[in-house]
Each structure stands twice: as C-alpha cells, then as structure tokens.
C-alpha cells in the first residue's frame, strides 16, 4: 500500500469527487473549496486525460470555474517529462487549489508516482490548500486503488492510506462494484462516492458528504450510505 504518513499529515482540505466535475451539480461545493482555498486561482492538472482530448478537458475547466469567479490556471501536464519539470513543480507547490482531472487512473499513476509534480501536490495541500480530484484522480488518491480494468485492486499513492475509492457508484455496472467489494483487503475501507457528488476532508480531519448523491462506506459486506448533508465518521482509524 501507499506511505501512510500522508494521511496523517494531512492539513488542508480533501476533495473527492465521484465523478462530472465542473458540471451544474458541482458549484455549490466547488464554491465552498474556493472558499476553503483563500484563493481565486485553481490548478488544473488533466493529467488523466493526456489520451482524451486534455485540452478540451482543460478547457471545459477553465469556462466553468470561471462562471464561479475562479482564475483557472491549466497546467498540461500529460507525460512523466512534465512532472519533473522543476518549474512545473514550483508553480504547484506554491498552490492553494489543486484539481485532478477524471481519465486513465493507471495514466495518471505513470505521471504522477514517486515524481516532482506530485511531491509538489503533497506540500501544497500539507501546507493547507485544497486538493481536489474527480474520478480518475480520486480513485489514485487512496490505497488500495481500485483497478479500472476489472474492480480489483492495485497500489495507489496513498494520499488516504487504507481507503480505496470507488466512483461513478450509483451508475457503475454491478458486477464491477461486487468484484471489488468482494476482493476489498481486509485492513482497508471501500467508498462508493455518486456523480457530482464529494467526500470532504476537512482541515480538522473530519469528512463529510456534499453535492447531488451520496457515499457508501463498505468495510467487509457492511455498507452505509450518507447522503450529501450527513458527516462521516473517522474513514482512517482502521
């Protein structure tokens, strides 16, 4: 599994995303991570999509974050090459929104692991920043991550040691979502996390669920569902 000290360092604000980001379900917890950052400036890394059109992606990005008053700053970070550009990783490191796009999770992992850029993502949010990541990039934050290409597992970064995280939930085909709560290891916690729908860490370490659905916490076959609203108990204590 990932470093576990990551999450115990965690100081800024953790965001993540099941997936249609930057859509009309999204501003009103965007609004709050704005808030949250200090900041107008948000980095958007569409790392995960260098296969799918990045620069759309970044592009779709830009227009809505600035519908909510943000100064979106895209960085097309699409190849290890760029994530260890020492410049590339200065500008994040002195961030106080980060976002990850949705993609290729084992793409972004080829970018992103062990590199400069995301040393740089580990200060800024350690540093109190957002740190926000939809989909592709949520599923890689955790430890284990689940593995698009059947719902088993693999190594994530490990920004949240023991919790794997599962997007696109209420909408996923059900033999993918029962295979990977079948195979989930024992010392670890599954989060189903709904479109337009995030998982809040907040500073305090606490987490709580915002947006158009819900998430479902899966430890064995045990799960319960917090709908957006509803506060989460403690997703690390394992």
């Given at each position: 599994?990932?470093?576990?000290?990551?999450?115990?360092r965690?100081?800024?604000?953790?965001?993540?995303?099941?997936?249609?980001?930057?859509?009309?379900?999204?501003?009103?917890?965007?609004?709050?991570?704005?808030?949250?950052?200090?900041?107008?400036?948000v980095?958007v890394?569409?790392?995960?999509?260098?296969?799918?059109?990045?620069?759309?992606?970044?592009?779709?990005?830009?227009?809505y974050?600035?519908?909510?008053?943000?100064?979106?700053?895209?960085?097309?970070?699409?190849h290890?090459?760029?994530?260890?550009?020492?410049?590339?990783?200065?500008?994040?490191?002195?961030?106080?929104?980060v976002?990850?796009?949705?993609?290729?999770?084992?793409?972004?992992?080829?970018?992103?692991?062990?590199?400069?850029?995301f040393?740089?993502?580990?200060?800024?949010?350690?540093?109190?920043?957002?740190?926000?990541a939809?989909?592709?990039?949520?599923?890689?934050?955790?430890?284990?991550?689940?593995?698009?290409?059947?719902?088993?597992y693999?190594?994530?970064?490990?920004?949240?040691a023991g919790?794997?995280?599962?997007?696109?939930?209420?909408t996923?085909?059900n033999h993918?979502?029962?295979?990977?709560?079948?195979?989930?290891p024992?010392?670890?916690?599954?989060?189903?996390?709904?479109e337009?729908?995030?998982?809040?860490?907040?500073?305090?370490?606490?987490?709580r669920?915002?947006?158009?659905?819900?998430?479902t916490?899966?430890?064995?076959?045990e799960?319960?569902r917090?709908?957006?609203?509803?506060?989460?108990?403690d997703?690390?204590?394992i």
């Amino acid at each position: 599994m990932g470093d576990a000290k990551y999450s115990a360092r965690g100081v800024g604000t953790l965001a993540l995303i099941g997936g249609g980001e930057w859509t009309e379900g999204c501003r009103d917890f965007d609004a709050e991570l704005l808030e949250a950052a200090g900041t107008d400036e948000v980095i958007v890394l569409p790392s995960a999509a260098a296969f799918e059109h990045a620069d759309r992606v970044a592009e779709r990005a830009s227009e809505y974050l600035r519908s909510l008053g943000a100064k979106p700053r895209p960085l097309m970070v699409l190849h290890r090459t760029e994530a260890e550009d020492p410049k590339i990783a200065d500008t994040v490191r002195k961030a106080r929104f980060v976002y990850l796009s949705d993609g290729s999770p084992l793409h972004l992992r080829s970018v992103l692991k062990d590199s400069a850029l995301f040393q740089a993502i580990l200060s800024a949010y350690h540093a109190g920043g957002v740190l926000a990541a939809s989909g592709a990039g949520a599923t890689l934050v955790g430890d284990p991550m689940v593995d698009p290409r059947g719902g088993a597992y693999t190594v994530g970064l490990g920004v949240v040691a023991g919790l794997a995280i599962f997007p696109y939930h209420g909408t996923a085909a059900n033999h993918l979502r029962e295979r990977s709560i079948d195979l989930l290891p024992d010392q670890a916690r599954l989060v189903g996390i709904d479109e337009q729908t995030v998982l809040v860490r907040d500073p305090n370490g606490a987490w709580r669920v915002a947006g158009s659905g819900a998430a479902t916490i899966y430890q064995g076959r045990e799960a319960i569902r917090f709908p957006a609203g509803t506060t989460v108990g403690d997703l690390e204590g394992i």
